[in-house]
């Protein structure tokens, strides 16, 4: 592994392994609430507006963050790939229109809009801001399967195979899926990016979680004004959604590289490319 995909590896991972294993490090904190923006008795991060202990906010505040953004896109994806392949796939110029007009009405909504109107409604439900999120992915997913899909369905690889006698669930299970892996890959990517941002935002904003809780965004939105006495109640938070996706991008970007342009890149002599 090159040092550079190291870097990106770590990044990813501090957020992830924080969310996953921090509840249970959080476990020694002192219970009681201690003055606000003031020291820490546990870390030397200090306490937040609510005197609890900043680290250990941090600890617990990243796991119900990342696995509602984790879902809403798994599922985002599930449909619009669905309706993205059925419309490159369809028989018909109509049942093309019919399935992705729709989704170039709902590209015209303001997501964050949308989002923060599903919020109010059911104050700060997380399975409603879930759902917002996931349906204002699922226009751009379904149109960029869509697009990734048709090369390869209408392809004459495609048309071989079925002269051939082979399945549909082969042609579409084998063939197509592994020829729309690495751009649908990539675009996983950016999707869980976007979905980090819109649940983040909805959580600054004041429409998401509840704002006692030591959600990340949260946390950052909650803490703001102190943030020339108390800078890390805000910074540690905020560096590790940043972190999470800036490394996600970058990781994803180096893994799904053309393996020609790192080739390239490696007879260059950047050997950390």
Not at 30 to 46: A, Y
Request: hydrophobic share 55%; charged share 15%.
């Amino acid at each position: 592994m090159t040092v550079r995909r190291w870097i990106y590896s770590v990044l990813v991972a501090v957020p992830v392994l924080v969310a996953t294993v921090g509840p249970f490090l959080a476990v020694g904190a002192p219970p009681h609430r201690q003055s606000p923006f003031g020291p820490s008795d546990w870390s030397p991060f200090g306490t937040d507006r609510l005197g609890r202990d900043v680290l250990a906010a941090a600890l617990t505040g990243g796991r119900t963050f990342l696995v509602v953004a984790a879902v809403t896109v798994a599922i985002a994806y599930l449909v619009g790939s669905l309706i993205g392949v059925a419309a490159a796939a369809a028989p018909r110029a109509w049942v093309d229109e019919l399935l992705m007009r729709p989704m170039d009405v709902l590209l015209c909504l303001p997501s964050l809009l949308i989002i923060m109107v599903a919020a109010l409604r059911t104050r700060g439900s997380a399975v409603a801001i879930a759902c917002a999120i996931g349906f204002v992915l699922i226009a751009p997913i379904s149109r960029f399967v869509r697009m990734t899909a048709r090369g390869t369905v209408h392809g004459p690889v495609m048309d071989a195979l079925r002269m051939q006698g082979e399945s549909r669930a082969f042609r579409y299970g084998n063939y197509a899926v592994a020829e729309m892996s690495r751009p649908i890959a990539a675009d996983l990517a950016l999707r869980f990016t976007a979905a980090v941002y819109f649940l983040a935002s909805a959580n600054f904003l004041g429409l998401g979680f509840d704002t006692t809780s030591t959600d990340w965004a949260v946390s950052v939105a909650a803490n703001k004004d102190a943030l020339t006495i108390a800078p890390w109640s805000v910074a540690l938070p905020a560096l590790l959604i940043v972190a999470l996706i800036v490394g996600v991008n970058l990781l994803a970007d180096d893994l799904l590289a053309d393996p020609r342009t790192r080739a390239a890149r490696l007879a260059t002599g950047d050997r950390d490319g």
